[in-house]
């Protein structure tokens, strides 16, 4: 990659930067489990509630909202995350990618469809809010990063070169959406979920870790 052609490095969070283990063991399993316990039913039919809600609303903001998952499931979503808190975890080499963007001057942003909720129990765990000029949530401007209003606004409140920019996602739909706002430099990784397999046929550039495109100093400043 060469770093020279980048201004701005917009990073997703769950599957980019964090592990997607907590997510998929939290919503397909932990979720399910505990569902079933409280409301007295078998995990096979907790399953296949959830399941059917999950499909019924994906890619739409309230599918990454959890103040519509306490409503709709009358359950306290982050107390119930707070359970399996342990299973939050940084992907190997982020935090010295992060080092070397901020090192390299340039302006790096999360940009999350994550509830704020959420967010906030990551960084918790995992703090990286020190290495990043800001923090995005999509709900605060009511849409997701698969649309293209999401965009608009984060180019109105973070001004950027959209094709001097840089976007990691772990998600092709939204990868998409990044593709048609013009976004210049898109990639995904291969293993989102340390516990699932690589992932083959990817539409868009791959990486395993980020150790792969870690910047550089240039040979006149490098010690």
């Avoid at 490095?9 to 505990?34: A, C, I, K």
């Avoid at 001097?164 to 976004?183: C, Q």
Wanted: glycine content about 2%.
């Amino acid at each position: 990659m060469n770093w020279r052609d980048i201004d701005t490095v917009l990073l997703d969070m769950d599957g980019t930067l964090l592990d997607l283990h907590f997510d998929n063991f939290f919503w397909l399993h932990h979720l399910p489990r505990r569902y079933s316990e409280i409301n007295d039913i078998s995990i096979e039919l907790a399953s296949q509630r959830l399941n059917d809600r999950y499909e019924e609303i994906r890619g739409s903001l309230d599918w990454y909202c959890l103040d519509y998952w306490r409503e709709q499931l009358q359950l306290d979503i982050v107390a119930l995350k707070r359970e399996i808190f342990h299973l939050i975890a940084v992907r190997p080499h982020v935090e010295a990618f992060l080092a070397a963007l901020q090192t390299q001057g340039k302006q790096v942003i999360l940009v999350t469809n994550a509830h704020r909720d959420s967010l906030e129990l990551k960084m918790e765990k995992i703090d990286l809010r020190p290495w990043f000029n800001a923090l995005v949530v999509s709900h605060d401007y009511r849409q997701p990063k698969e649309s293209q209003a999401f965009w608009q606004q984060l180019q109105a409140e973070h001004s950027f070169d959209a094709e001097r920019t840089l976007f990691v996602d772990d998600t092709e739909a939204i990868l998409a959406s990044a593709e048609r706002f013009g976004i210049g430099h898109l990639l995904t990784l291969s293993q989102p979920d340390s516990q699932a397999a690589l992932r083959q046929g990817l539409r868009y550039p791959q990486i395993h870790h980020f150790d792969e495109i870690m910047p550089v100093l240039p040979a006149s400043t490098a010690r």
